[in-house]
């Protein structure tokens, strides 16, 4: 019973190339978000969502465009990818009533 | 910039001892305070958190807030081997903000 679910866990794709990345999670929370960790383990929000809609935007190139079709799914579409996109990608939730994120596995990418 | 900061390490400390984590912030009017723990290649995970100064206790892990210092940390009593790992000190506003994390390995 995963509580946050991402696909895939692995993407080796080369420069140029777009990509997406999905999340989905069961927990009925209404928050949703992106983040990226680099490869010093740095870990950066880059997108937030609540019930659907966008609510954090961080500076991110326009090339990565997050989707929400409904709250349980936030979906990352990456454009063009570039060398310095490779990174760990997590997706996290969180309840409307708690501070606590739930992380899902990652998506490690790698862009060659 | 908002920002937090933890030496990254590693810390070294044998089974058994107290190890003892540091994180500090710079927005003075930050609320919300956590500490994640996140092994090799997984995700992280919450540990504690923390929103009035002093200290707050679960099991083996004690947080503790001073507002005034703008400082954090996480103590691990009696450190297992299984407590090696990175341990991520993060503060909300509208959004979580990341230390660099500390990595922290108990030796047998």
């Known amino acids: 019973d995963t509580a946050v679910s991402q696909t895939p866990k692995y993407l080796v794709t080369q420069m140029g190339n777009d990509k997406s990345i999905k999340c989905e999670q069961n927990?009925?929370?209404?928050?949703m978000y992106w983040y990226k960790q680099d490869s010093k383990k740095f870990l950066k929000i880059m997108f937030s969502?609540?019930?659907?809609?966008?609510?954090i935007n961080e500076t991110v190139p326009n090339r990565f465009s997050p989707k929400s079709p409904d709250k349980a799914h936030l979906n990352l579409h990456i454009n063009s990818l570039e060398l310095g996109d490779s990174a760990v990608y997590f997706c996290?939730?969180?309840?409307?009533?708690?501070?606590?994120?739930?992380f899902g596995p990652g998506t490690r990418l790698t862009v060659t | 910039q908002k920002e937090v900061e933890q030496n990254s390490g590693p810390l070294s400390v044998p089974e058994g001892a107290i190890a003892s984590l540091n994180c500090t912030y710079s927005?003075?009017?930050?609320?919300?305070f956590f500490w994640y723990r996140q092994y090799s290649g997984k995700s992280p995970e919450l540990i504690m958190f923390i929103y009035s100064n002093g200290d707050k206790e679960d099991g083996r892990f004690t947080a503790q807030l001073n507002k005034a210092s703008q400082y954090v940390s996480l103590l691990i009593r009696d450190s297992q081997p299984s407590d090696s790992a990175t341990y991520l000190c993060?503060?909300?506003?509208?959004?979580?903000?990341f230390g660099t994390g500390t990595r922290l390995q108990v030796f047998p």
């Open positions: 969502y609540n019930n659907k809609e966008l609510i």
């Open positions: 927005d003075r009017g930050s609320q919300s």
């Open positions: 993060a503060v909300r506003d509208d959004k979580l903000i």
């Open positions: 996290a939730s969180r309840g409307d009533l708690s501070d606590e994120q739930y």
């Open positions: 927990l009925g929370h209404d928050t």
